[in-house]
């Protein structure tokens, strides 16, 4: 049971990557699934999230307008398509998972939740780069 992130890698301002985070070993269904970022001297930050059921989904105010969350059950990925790529926006991307009930992704004030919460299972990383 675990978490597979892929994509990411290195992109101008303005630009656009996508990363996947696959389930192996389990569905996604009953789970929040949640992107989150650490850039290099900063706090991890929740970057968006989704109810993997009801396809909820919700961003963080950093990202909103820019970066799409978006589910599909025939592959049990949940992917991050960024656009509009800032130099701020670099960082190692985790995908994380959690089906106790403890998360929600809920609301627009949700990423400030979800930085206090133990999140049930991690991705590895990835490392996405903004620069010119």
């Known amino acids: 049971v675990q978490l597979v992130e892929s994509g990411g890698g290195l992109a101008e301002p303005g630009g656009s990557l996508r990363i996947s985070c696959a389930a192996s070993?389990?569905?996604?269904?009953?789970?929040?699934i949640v992107w989150f970022r650490q850039a290099p001297g900063k706090e991890r930050e929740g970057v968006s999230c989704?109810?993997?059921?009801?396809?909820?989904?919700w961003p963080a105010p950093s990202t909103r307008g820019r970066f799409s969350i978006s589910s599909d059950n025939a592959k049990n990925t949940v992917d991050l398509q960024m656009n509009s790529l800032k130099l701020e926006d670099t960082g190692v991307y985790y995908c994380?998972?959690?089906?106790?009930?403890?998360?929600?992704?809920?609301?627009?004030?949700?990423?400030?939740?979800?930085?206090?919460?133990?999140?049930?299972?991690w991705g590895q990383g990835t490392q996405v780069t903004v620069s010119s």
């Open positions: 994380a998972a959690d089906n106790s009930g403890e998360v929600d992704c809920d609301g627009s004030s949700w990423y400030l939740r979800v930085v206090s919460k133990s999140l049930d299972l």
């Open positions: 070993g389990f569905s996604f269904d009953g789970y929040v």
């Open positions: 989704i109810n993997y059921n009801d396809g909820e989904r």
